[in-house]
T-cell receptor
Framework: GENVEQHPSTLSVQEGDSAVIKCTYS??????FPWYKQELGKRPQLIID?????GEKKDQRIAVTLNKTAKHFSLHITETQPEDSAVYFC???????????FGTGTRLTVIP | SAVISQKPSRDICQRGTSLTIQCQVD?????MFWYRQQPGQSLTLIAT?????????ESGFVIDKFPISRPNLTFSTLTVSNMSPEDSSIYLC??????????FGPGTRLTVT
C-alpha cells in the first residue's frame, strides 16, 4: 500500500517568515495530494490540495508543489502568523481508491 | 462543504464493553470513511463504509472488532467492540464530497479504563 513520509516533525519559525513542509509518497499511482491543518482539539481541516496533472497551486499565503518524478510534494506558507500554529498533515490518495494515507504530521509553531 | 456531526463527542468506557459511534451528514454523499487518531499521532484509515454492502477494511482492522453500518447515504456507525485500553483514541468519520476531497467530522474521543 501507499506509504507517506513527512518532514520535519516539528518546525518553529518567527512570525513573518516562511515555512516549508515536505512529503514523499511511494505509490506512483497516487494522483491526489491534500494538506490538512489540525488545531489542538479540533478536526483536521482541508486547506489546500493538488492533483497529479498540476505542478503547483497557490491560495493566498499557502502554496503546494508537486514533483511526480521524484514522488514528493511540499506545503509552503509565507508571511506566517501565530494563527498558523497547528499540526499539518499531508496525505496521498491512490487512483480509484479514494481513501487517504496520511503522513506523520508536522507541528508548526509561529513565534510572535 | 457538508456539515458532519458525530455522537457521542466523548465517552469513557470500561474494558470489555462496546461503543457505537454515529456519523451524520446533512447531504447525501457517496463515500464515507472511518479513521482512528491515537493521541499525538497521525490518522489511520480503519475502513470505507459502503452503502448497501459490507465495509472495506484496511490491513490490521477486522470486522469483528470494528463493525460498520451504512444504511443510507447520510449516516454511518462504527462500533468498537470488546474494548481494551489500547482502543483509547479519537475516532473520526470523513465524507467524500467530490471524487477525492474529504472532510472530517468533529471526532469522538474514547477513553477505555
Amino acid at each position: 500500500g501507499e506509504n507517506v513520509e513527512q518532514h520535519p516533525s516539528t518546525l518553529s519559525v518567527q512570525e513573518g517568515d516562511s515555512a516549508v513542509i515536505k512529503c514523499t509518497y511511494s505509490d506512483s499511482a497516487s494522483n491526489y495530494f491534500p494538506w490538512y491543518k489540525q488545531e489542538l482539539g479540533k478536526r483536521p481541516q482541508l486547506i489546500i490540495d493538488i492533483r497529479s496533472n498540476v505542478g503547483e497551486k497557490k491560495d493566498q499565503r499557502i502554496a503546494v508543489t508537486l514533483n511526480k518524478t521524484a514522488k514528493h510534494f511540499s506545503l509552503h506558507i509565507t508571511e506566517t502568523q501565530p494563527e498558523d500554529s497547528a499540526v499539518y498533515f499531508c496525505a496521498a490518495s491512490t487512483a480509484g481508491a479514494n481513501n487517504l494515507f496520511f503522513g506523520t504530521g508536522t507541528r508548526l509553531t509561529v513565534i510572535p | 462543504s457538508a456539515v458532519i456531526s458525530q455522537k457521542p463527542s466523548r465517552d469513557i468506557c470500561q474494558r470489555g464493553t462496546s461503543l457505537t459511534i454515529q456519523c451524520q451528514v446533512d447531504s447525501q454523499v457517496t463515500m464515507m470513511f472511518w479513521y482512528r487518531q491515537q493521541p499525538g499521532q497521525s490518522l489511520t484509515l480503519i475502513a470505507t463504509a459502503n452503502q448497501g454492502s459490507e465495509a472495506t477494511y484496511e490491513s490490521g482492522f477486522v470486522i469483528d472488532k470494528f463493525p460498520i453500518s451504512r444504511p443510507n447515504l447520510t449516516f454511518s456507525t462504527l462500533t468498537v467492540s470488546n474494548m481494551s485500553p489500547e482502543d483509547s483514541s479519537i475516532y473520526l468519520c470523513s465524507v467524500g464530497v467530490s471524487l477525492v476531497e474529504q472532510y472530517f467530522g468533529p471526532g469522538t474521543r474514547l477513553t477505555v479504563t
